[in-house]
């Protein structure tokens, strides 16, 4: 097998700095540079290292809080490209009830991106969400996809959407007014191994894994279901997003221009229960709480835009990604029940 290809035209002796690698989706951003042989890549999270989701072998890894200035200068010193992942997000539970807390993280691009252009960085990638998007287009579980022009008018999803747009939009004038190299994508549900499945910040295909194991292990019979069950979204497995993120920060064409980055393939959350069943061998009794937080109706990402400039999508069916999903979850559930402390038993 050849060299992991990336669509890099960095040195891979130039600092990547890549914020938010505590979590899920930059933890697994790092581990990707890292194997095509970046050998400068600055992993940085307010997380103490003991609770990072991946520590990536040979990478420089930084415990700071980027909401502050002056950290987000010495996270930038030296850097060539930026990568911002870091936000205090979760799933439909956390977004739904913490709006201050998202809308905080304004402060992290605010700072960050200022400290990327006076550091002299040349490309600077901001994660933004479908919850950019006008919510008055998802109130049907079989709305059309959403395509890039759908946030304006802008009607986002409150908190965490309109913190994402504003950031968005900061990314555009660094670009229009100073000339930086900026990059915009709207992750669509990202889910796989090492991500959340616990604590409450969890998201949807994780947290039905996670409660078909607890219904085996415990032999129960039913499964608690946030909603009616038929609301729709979209699921984008961590390998597909990761190699995303490269080609959109490589790709000029892309400057200063939010592009979807998810999957097409359209699932209801009831079918999404359905796989889950399947993979672990059961088949449960579902409740229905109609009273939980489930977010919008219907979201699907219109691949149009990707496929015309990149030539590629994500493309990893999602019976497939859940297949590796379930067995990591179901690891870190054996592992807890040994007594083996997990990275989300600190949540
Ligand atoms: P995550 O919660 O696993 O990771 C985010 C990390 O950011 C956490 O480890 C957290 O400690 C860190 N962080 C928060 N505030 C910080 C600060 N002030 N300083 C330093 N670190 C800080 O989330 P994720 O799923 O990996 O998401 C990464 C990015 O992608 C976020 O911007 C998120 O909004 C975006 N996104 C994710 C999804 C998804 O489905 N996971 C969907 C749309 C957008």
New binding site residues.
């Given amino acids: 097998m050849g060299p992991l290809k990336t669509f890099s035209d960095c040195s891979k002796n130039d600092l990547i700095v890549i ?2 690698a ?5 933890g697994a951003l790092a581990r990707y540079f890292h194997d095509r042989g970046f050998t400068r890549i600055r992993a ?4 103490p290292l003991p609770d990072w ?1 991946q520590v990536v072998p040979r990478v420089e890894s930084l415990c ?4 502050e200035e002056a950290n987000c200068r010495r996270v930038c010193e030296g850097a060539v490209e930026v990568y911002n ?6 799933g439909m539970g956390f977004i739904e009830r913490f709006r201050i807390q998202c809308l905080r ?1 304004i402060l ?1 691009n605010t700072h960050l991106i200022e400290a990327a252009y006076r550091a002299g960085a040349r490309r600077y990638f901001f ?5 950019a998007y006008n919510t008055e287009l998802q109130k049907d579980p079989n709305c059309r996809a959403l395509r890039e022009t759908d946030a304006y008018p802008a009607m986002a999803e409150r908190g965490y959407g309109w913190e ?1 747009l504003m950031s968005e939009m900061f990314c555009q004038e660094y670009w229009a007014e100073r000339g930086m190299k900026t990059f915009i994508a709207r ?5 796989g191994p090492h ?2 499945w616990d604590g409450g ?1 969890e ?1 949807a295909p994780a947290a039905i894994c996670r409660k078909v194991i607890e219904a085996k292990d415990r032999g129960a019979g039913d499964i608690d279901i946030w909603g009616t069950g038929k609301q729709t979204r979209s699921f984008m497995y961590i390998d597909d997003c990761t190699e995303g993120i490269d080609r959109i920060m490589h790709c000029d064409e892309l400057i200063a221009t939010p592009i979807n980055l998810g999957s097409s393939e359209l699932i209801a959350i009831n079918d999404l229960v359905t796989l889950a069943e399947e993979i672990g061998g059961v088949k449960l009794r579902r409740a229905y709480d109609l009273n939980a937080p489930q977010g919008v109706v219907g979201r699907n990402s219109d691949n149009t835009m990707i496929k015309k400039i990149l030539g590629w999508e994500p493309t990893t069916p999602f019976r497939k990604g859940l297949v590796q999903t379930y067995a990591w979850i179901a690891q870190q559930y054996e592992d807890r029940k040994a007594g083996h402390r997990t990275v989300h038993d600190t949540m």
């Fill in positions: 914020t938010g505590g979590g899920f989706i930059a940085v999270d307010k997380k989701y700071l809080d980027v909401s992942l870091a936000a205090d997000m979760g993280s992290i994660s933004s969400s479908a919850c994402k992750f669509h549900n990202v889910y991500g959340t910040r998201k």
